[in-house]
């Protein structure tokens, strides 16, 4: 399985930004996609997520600003960013699980920098 992560890249605060990921190398449909996120010097942490069940869950900095969304035929999870805040500036990385051998899988990471 191999993620490419892409959309990352410099936004002023209050501004909005839009990461995509695309997961591929498998026939499988992926049902658990998400985004964590890990800033300098702090550990990764949940951002949001699809769970098995099909519910979305969403770390608490950012509920209400961001929005997680998935086109499951392309394999494909997204990450609306809107009204960013410098404190939003991390590596955020995508992960899918795989349906069957219930594996972790994680893209490489795309830097989302905000500027005050």
């Known amino acids: 399985v191999q993620l490419q992560a892409c959309g990352g890249g410099s936004v002023q605060a209050g501004g909005s930004a839009r990461l995509s990921c695309l997961a591929s190398?498998?026939?499988?449909?992926?049902?658990?996609m998400g985004w964590h996120r890990q800033a300098p010097g702090k550990q990764r942490e949940l951002v949001a997520s699809?769970?098995?069940?099909?519910?979305?869950i969403y770390g608490d900095s950012v509920k209400g600003r961001f929005t997680i969304s998935k086109d499951s035929p392309k394999n494909t999870v997204y990450l609306q960013m809107n009204s960013l805040k410098p404190e939003d500036t991390a590596v955020y990385y995508c992960?899918?699980?795989?349906?069957?051998?219930?594996?972790?899988?994680w893209g490489q990471g795309t830097l989302v920098t905000v500027s005050s």
């Open positions: 699809f769970t098995s069940d099909g519910n979305t």
């Open positions: 992960y899918v699980k795989h349906p069957i051998l219930r594996s972790d899988h």
């Open positions: 190398g498998s026939i499988f449909r992926f049902n658990v």
